[in-house]
């Protein structure tokens, strides 16, 4: 069965911490991305990327930068946590545009 | 901009009734895709139907079914004989053809009851 694995379910980290939530695929998908979704405003894109070491910013980039030295992993940082980034954050991965995502079980970050 | 609303922030139904939940969108290109998500409790989220634009029959996936109204830009979800594992948050989205960026509704809670 195709799997996106987030590292972490649940995460409390201290404000002004650099966190790093981590996210892995097994479908050989070229397309992965981060959202985070917040109650009442659905979900909103972070950042993605379409190729090894290539990242294109998203609608809410700010606070946040990304990793993907791997085609199966792509990282999502918090360079300085803060408290109005206390979200649930969803990894997925796509094969082509189009055809849907297939998602992780997301990441509770708690910043505190 | 495109954008994807849904209207309804939740819903209820008895368990073995049908169900309708309602998505609209704005956009100005001509292709595109619709989706359906559902993510129960566990926050999984899942792929329910997809919907091609330039595809005038309705997608169906055995009890979910859409209503799909092109010129009113409306991507209606049906739930046939609902069952209690139906109950979730239910995501519509939308993306242009050729783009990687989905845009997501806000969410319609489910609730159903037995």
């Known amino acids: 069965d195709v799997k996106v694995t987030q590292s972490s379910r649940y995460l409390v980290k201290r404000t002004g911490e650099k966190v790093f939530l981590e996210c892995v695929q097994d479908?050989?998908?070229?397309?992965m991305f981060w959202y985070r979704q917040d109650p009442g405003l659905g979900l909103r894109l972070i950042y993605f990327s379409y190729d090894v070491k290539m990242k294109e910013k998203g609608d809410i980039p700010e606070g946040y930068s990304v990793s993907r030295e791997k085609k199966e992993r792509f990282s999502l940082i918090l360079e300085s946590a803060s408290t109005n980034q206390t979200s649930m954050y969803l990894c997925?991965?796509?094969?082509?545009?189009?055809?849907?995502?297939?998602f992780g079980s997301g990441t509770r970050l708690t910043v505190v | 901009a495109q954008t994807v609303t849904q209207s309804q922030p939740e819903m209820s139904v008895q368990e073995a009734e049908t169900v309708t939940l309602s998505c609209t969108y704005d956009t100005s290109e001509s292709d595109y895709y619709l989706f359906w998500y559902k993510q129960p409790p566990s926050r999984q989220m899942i792929l329910v139907i997809r919907?091609?634009?330039?595809?005038?029959q309705n997608a169906t996936e055995n009890r979910f079914s859409v209503n799909f109204q092109k010129a009113a830009k409306s991507f209606s979800l049906k739930i046939s004989d609902s069952q209690l594992g139906d109950a979730a948050m239910y995501f519509c989205?939308?993306?242009?053809?050729?783009?990687?960026?989905?845009?997501f509704g806000t969410g319609t809670r489910l609730k159903v009851l037995a």
């Open positions: 989205a939308y993306n242009a053809g050729g783009t990687y960026k989905y845009i």
């Open positions: 919907q091609e634009a330039y595809k005038q």
């Open positions: 997925a991965s796509s094969l082509l545009t189009g055809i849907g995502y297939t």
């Open positions: 479908m050989d998908h070229e397309n």
